[in-house]
């Protein structure tokens, strides 16, 4: 009689352990609730100092930890612009901040910087023109500043564009106002002038290449629903051959040349406007 209750019972448990398996093994999860993990001041083995939390690395600076009040990131000393560079002007910083411009300024502001860039011609609102006298007239710091907050409509390139790459297009916004503001005088002994349109004949270019473009017609530009078709089309030739899409991709490689302009040469003393994009 004793037996009895201990075989019932013993029954249950292993009913029970059993449901409590079943409920282990659908209940089991495999996502980042078990990963192996260090929690804050709970020691660990698998250092040999026995601490979870590690020791900074030495000489590391943190991104918020960088002098706010450095001329090199705000452009300001005691308050006001200024005309220089944080670092020396060298040739690599010219081209990394002509590279820069190129990719981030020349919607708005223009490969010349004349404040007629593409985005501008199709209607937003006029970018600085580099060359007039208020903004020529500005510190070379004026020019990292409006990067760095934004200046009206102007968004702040602060996030895509550093601190040092600011530095580089403000002294190449310097490059350009000289290049299109230069008097002969400029011009080294030893190097003639030549005339713009005399340049793009010798490189295959009508003379009237040089002169100032006029971008196409609001008419000439193809509707939204017109390019719909031509976009569905080239995606199906693109699966279909590669050849295909090599080929419609070429004659727009073969244009791009005539898209760029001749660098423009020195312009002889009088005022060039830089010529728009097409
Ligand atoms: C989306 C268009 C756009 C882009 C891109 C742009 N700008 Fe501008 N920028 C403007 C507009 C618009 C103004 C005029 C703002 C106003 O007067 O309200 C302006 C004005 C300026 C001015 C003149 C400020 C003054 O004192 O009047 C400078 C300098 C300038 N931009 C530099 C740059 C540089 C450098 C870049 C590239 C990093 C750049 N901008 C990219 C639209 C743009």
Redesign the pocket.
Known sequence: MRIRPIHSVSRWALASVGVLLLAGTSGCRQDMQNQPKFVPQRGTTFFPSGRSVRPEVLHAVARNQMDANEYFSTGLIDNKEQEKLPFPLTMTVLLRGQE??NI??????SRVGN?K?M??ERG?????N?HET??LE?PLS??FW??THG?????D?AAQ?TSQD?WA??AY?RALQLSQNAPLKDVPANVSVQKLSEISEQAGYAPSFAEAWTIPQQTDVPSAGEMKPEASTSKSAQSTSKSAESSSKNPEAKAAPAKTAPAAAVSQGKKSQGKKQP
């Open positions: 820069r411009y981030y300024c020349t919607p708005c502001h404040g860039g985005i501008v937003y609102k006029p970018a600085g580099f208020r903004i500005k004026h020019y409006v990067m200046y009206g409509s102007m968004p390139y564009i600011r297009i403000a916004i």
